[in-house]
């Protein structure tokens, strides 16, 4: 999943539209945020 994020951010920071570039950000934003859920079991990103 991090590589997701990681080709998200540098999308979101190459494109020149600001528009763009904020879906880019806040989709790599959402991403590390959301807890993945795997076998009933709850994991979270920390920070």
């Known amino acids: 999943m991090r590589w997701k994020t990681d080709a998200l951010e540098k999308l ?3 494109v020149e ?3 763009t570039r904020n879906a880019y ?3 790599a934003q959402e991403l590390r ?7 009933g079991v709850v994991y ?4």
């Open 12 to 14: 979101g920071y190459q």
């Open 17 to 19: 539209s600001g528009t």
């Open 25 to 27: 950000l806040t989709g």
């Open 33 to 39: 945020n959301t807890e993945q859920v795997t076998s």
């Open 44 to 47: 979270q990103r920390i920070s």
